[in-house]
């Protein structure tokens, strides 16, 4: 049934799912990072950031089958592009964090190897005496 | 862990920044990151990652607020997120190629800019209350007051390029690009101000994730102040988000450009 949105306010049930979604990800991470912070537990802290962190990308799934259920082509492949971005975020998030990892484990085994990409912005932005020393 | 005092000052910062940003339709890293860096001496790396999560905090509270209200242009919405989530890749992995003080003058740059387009059009009225007017596939309807406003949208490159600005810059700043979108989703593409803020929110969770993890996986992120930030910015957003519907739109337009130049100010002095 397609709604007329010059005739009523109520919002689709498109942006109904979309409210559901953002609400329980919101309200999770918040539960989640209140506990972590009043037990001073940095797991629970970290929990709730992820959950933070997914919700967004949970938004885009309803909106993809939201798309997909109204056969609205266009938009169906736009929300698939921006997933797809998201995707690639990840990726790079993964590569960074593995170089990360190996830098540090160098580090920790006294191997002369060269710095990961951020250890050298760190330096850059050191005042001179500091970097000398 | 820092101490309890500090804890609930940052709670505090969050709960002021997210009313604003939601009030707004900004997100509030815009507020958030100077007040970390220039106030509270928090180095600006981090406080960028802290913004960038407290943001989607905001965006994904004040978004549930105005989906009920239908003040989310989905279409659009989804349209934009095209150019803002490259943006915002692009920003994130950018951001370790400038060094802080170069951050500092993007950001006093930006604020200026913004402030001063919307100062400049802020008189200007984009519904129509023609009931035949054809909005096209990506314009919409806004009922306020017991009326129905039609509007299109103009300019749809103009609000290409601002959205890919807007992600750029989200990812370099750790702000969610709505003081970008909102001002010339507006002022250029004929939005009405209040759908303009509401699909900026709704998209902005996606444009700060999109660099948030990258800000995380490089280590970036302090658990205990983010987590301070985003706990007094969940609750603030949600009453921000209420609260814009209680304003008229040209007082909005003014508080928006009078906070951009004075937070652009006061980053140009702390760049000196």
């Not at chain 2, 928090?42 to 978004?63: D, E, F, G, K, N």
Request: net charge positive; hydrophobic share 55%; proline share 5%.
């Amino acid at each position: 049934v397609t709604r007329d949105p010059r005739a009523t306010p109520e919002p689709s049930l498109l942006d109904r799912a979309l409210e559901v979604t953002l609400t329980t990800g919101v309200a999770l991470s918040f539960l989640l990072l209140l506990a972590g912070l009043v037990a001073q537990q940095t797991a629970l802290l970290g929990w709730g950031m992820l959950v933070l962190l997914a919700t967004p990308l949970f938004r885009v799934v309803i909106v993809t089958f939201g798309m997909l259920r109204r056969r609205d082509w266009l938009f169906f492949f736009l929300s698939l592009w921006v997933l797809a971005v998201l995707a690639s975020s990840l990726l790079v998030a993964a590569r960074l964090s593995r170089s990360r990892a190996a830098g540090a484990s160098a580090d920790a085994l006294g191997r002369d190897q060269p710095p990961p990409k951020g250890a050298r912005l760190q330096e850059r932005e050191r005042p001179g005496p500091e970097r000398r020393a | 862990m820092p101490e309890p005092t500090a804890l609930l000052l940052f709670t505090g910062v969050g709960a002021l920044t997210g009313l604003l940003g939601s009030l707004l339709g900004i997100g509030g890293g815009v507020l958030l990151v100077p007040l970390l860096t220039l106030a509270l001496g928090v180095p600006i790396r981090v406080a960028v990652a802290a913004s960038l999560i407290s943001v989607i905090a905001t965006a994904s509270a004040s978004a549930t607020v105005n989906l009920g209200r239908g003040l989310v242009n989905v279409r659009l919405g989804l349209a934009l997120e095209l150019a803002t989530s490259v943006g915002g890749l692009a920003g994130g992995v950018a951001a370790s190629l400038l060094t802080a003080r170069h951050l500092f003058q993007l950001f006093a740059a930006t604020l200026t800019a913004m402030g001063v387009l919307v100062l400049l059009r802020s008189g200007r009225r984009n519904v129509s209350a023609d009931p035949a007017l054809d909005v096209g596939r990506l314009g919409g309807w806004l009922h306020e007051a017991g009326r129905v406003y039609g509007y299109r949208v103009r300019r749809l490159p103009a609000a290409f390029a601002a959205s890919l600005a807007a992600g750029a810059v989200s990812g370099l700043l750790g702000i969610g690009g709505g003081i970008i979108k909102v001002p010339v989703l507006n002022t250029f593409c004929g939005v009405p101000i209040r759908v303009a803020a509401g699909t900026s929110t709704f998209m902005i969770g996606v444009t700060a994730a999109t660099s948030a993890v990258i800000y995380w996986a490089r280590g970036d992120v302090a658990l205990p102040l983010t987590a301070a930030v985003a706990l007094g910015s969940l609750p603030a957003s949600l009453l921000g988000a209420r609260l814009s519907d209680r304003l008229p739109a040209p007082l909005l337009k003014r508080l928006l450009a009078a906070l951009l130049l004075a937070v652009g100010a006061r980053m140009w002095i702390g760049t000196l």
